[in-house]
């Protein structure tokens, strides 16, 4: 296999490598099967962001590629690549627009059938209590500028004060939901305004929530660890930091482009801008991206909160009948500080750049709360809206192959345009009821871009990860009842 | 709003689209002609006499072409106005910076055609390069959506 110059090696069934090259500084790793490849080697993008990414000063490794790999800006989505924390670079083109976008899975006791008759007054009642939409706002009240230094110091924490959700949900967040090197005052002034009244939104695009029954286990002791049991109602969050994110990005993109000339640092990508970690201009965007991940974690907090009253008011229940609690919640755009396995036997402190890509820590890791430590993370991996997600678990593999990371969702098959020039004079609506789904959506086009057949199915991602041993499959969510923008 | 001077480009996750115009201002006002279509904001004229400036400096022409359309795009999603019908549009270089001023004329969007945008993250420097040809400039431009 050829890939421009690059003669594409074969690991495995399920892995690739692009070796080093030219001026690549490590090789490049994509985790994919035949015919994935044979797919990505007639694009432009993908491999050749792989291979870009491969430039960064100071990565180890590899730089790496999940199955759902697509076109991003600067790394690829489903790009992984960690850099030496002393002599590195950080990239925001290795985090992302939407800072700490990501996953949030809560479950009740609820069992489907009791759930389904009243689906349609449910699915209306978080429509009318979460914004959705390009404007979505005003979900709580706007928060003023203290308010706003609060939640993007002290994340989670701060939200739980002020009555969203419980200390316990604290555990079951990636970091606690609380990145504690954020600098608000890194944030600009015009991130802070666009986030003033958006905490509580899901906003747009691929954004959702979701009410889904678990239709299949993989793995029964797993699945009752994460108690998790087949029929059970779960509410599957989709989101991220909303305009303060977006607004993060852009304004050290600007500050990477310059620090780039000054650092001397010649990238193949000006989205690949980056600065060294150590220097004025890393550290700023690393604690401004840290504000910017609190904001998130928070957003699906409150999300979270909103949606468990809706459910509470439509079905009447007491709060010990539903026992809506948090699972977990993960990250999928992030840059952290980690130790990892660089050279046998030897773990380095690095910065991993996760972009569409989730952690999957392996079980014993002491990031993963006591009562999964012996499980491993819960890695949580949506797919469209008319098929399903899953629920993974992460393990020793991926902690020695890719840095604790495997794969995060599904990819676009279809671009928007195109899959509104297929839905032209369908009715979505009517198709989702069919397959046994009620959606609502704001924006006129949205439902014709995210149906279905939109997306890659993303079972054929997961089981990749699963045959690979990167991750594992434990459980499988079919969507019942879909919110989007 | 004109569409002729710019084309969308496919993109599977996203949007781009290339653009064209005999000067650079012509170029950067098509850009913006192109922007709003992308975003879904329906033609027409302002609704206000209205006017907002703009002055933006940057390193090349083409970070100031992501600059002017992700002001564009603050403007439109956090302050829900649109900006059209520059006048007094300027590009010059006053090495080592490149400046934009220009006046635009203001319309506020209704909450129902706000509701109906096509979000965009953000503008991106991603294959942007602005060449210059015997009938003008010309660029590609990609929207993260």
Redesign the interface.
Known sequence: MKFKNYEIKKIDDHLFEIPKSGSMLKPGRVYANEQMMRQLLSEEEPLQQVINVAHLPGIEKYSLAMPDI??G?GFP?GGVAATDWDSGVISPGGVG??INCGVRLAATALDSSAVKPKMNKLVEELFRTIPT???ASNAIKKLNKKDMTHVLREGVYWVVEQGFGNEEDLNYIEETGKLDWAQPEQVSP?AI??GQTQLGTL???NHFLELDEIDRIYDERIAEVLGLFKGQIVVLIHTGSR?LG??V??DY??VM??AAQKYHIALP???LASAPINSPEGQNYLGAMAAAANFAWSNRQVIMTLAKKALLRVLGLSESALDFHLVYDVSHNIAKKEKHTVDTNVKKTVCVHRKGATRALAPGNTAIPDKYRSIGQPVLIPGDMGRYSFVCIGTQKAEEETFGSTCHGS????????AKKIAHGRDIFKEMAQRGVVVQA????TLAEEMPEAYKDVADVVNIMHSSGISKKIARLRPLGVIK? | MKSKTFREIEHTADVGMEVSGKTLEELFANAANGFYSITGVPPGEASSAERYDLSLSELSKEELLVSFLNELNYLLMVQQIVITGFSSFKIYLDSPQWTLLCTGAVSRLSPQVYDQLQEIKSVTYHKIKIVHQKNGYTTQIFFDI
């Open positions: 697509h076109w800006y989505i627009y939407d939409g390009v404007g015009r305004e666009r906003g747009s695009g305009g977006y607004q990005c852009d993109l600007k482009g310059k990508d000006r989205q990819g676009r098959l279809l671009s928007r345009h195109k704001r924006g006129r086009g923008g």
